[in-house]
């Protein structure tokens, strides 16, 4: 039940980012978007090796956007969660840290920015669970 849950909690997140209106409105990464989706869903079918490895690719593209390394932190915490599995726990840590500190320099950049403020949010919110 956990398993769905967190799965489902990782869809609807990805699913508000794509749908809100907001996103990439103040700059345009078409290709971003289209590797996110692929990897959300490639951990909607339970290939998560699949989906962190497009969740890294976003991250080597574009590293100063925390979007990949708050979707890489989540589906590692998906795995620890599903799979009672700990031995994901530091890489996963390291992640989070690295959304929220992205996610910190990019709502100092544009304060009135939703999606910045969903990043930085979301990885806190994200180690919250992690950390409990």
């Known amino acids: 039940m956990l398993k769905m849950i ?15 209106g907001f996103a990439f409105s103040e700059e345009s990464k078409p290709d ?4 996110i989706s692929r990897g959300v869903d490639f951990i909607r079918w339970d290939k ?7 969740f890294k ?3 080597e593209l574009y590293p100063d956007e ?3 390394y708050f979707f890489a932190g989540a589906s ?3 795995l620890i969660d599903d799979y009672r599995n700990e031995t994901y726990n530091a890489e996963c840590e390291k992640y989070l840290n690295l959304a929220i500190k992205k996610g910190n320099s990019k709502v100092d950049e544009n304060p009135n920015s939703a999606l910045e403020h969903f990043y ?3 990885a806190l919110g994200y180690r919250g669970i992690y950390r409990s």
């Open 120 to 122: 930085l949010g979301g």
């Open 57 to 59: 690719k976003v991250i």
């Open 66 to 68: 925390p979007a990949g």
């Open 6 to 20: 967190s799965r489902f909690l990782l869809c609807l997140i990805f699913f508000f980012f794509l749908y809100s």
């Open 76 to 78: 590692l915490q998906g």
């Open 48 to 54: 998560f090796d699949q989906g962190i490895a497009e």
């Open 32 to 35: 971003l978007d289209s590797m």
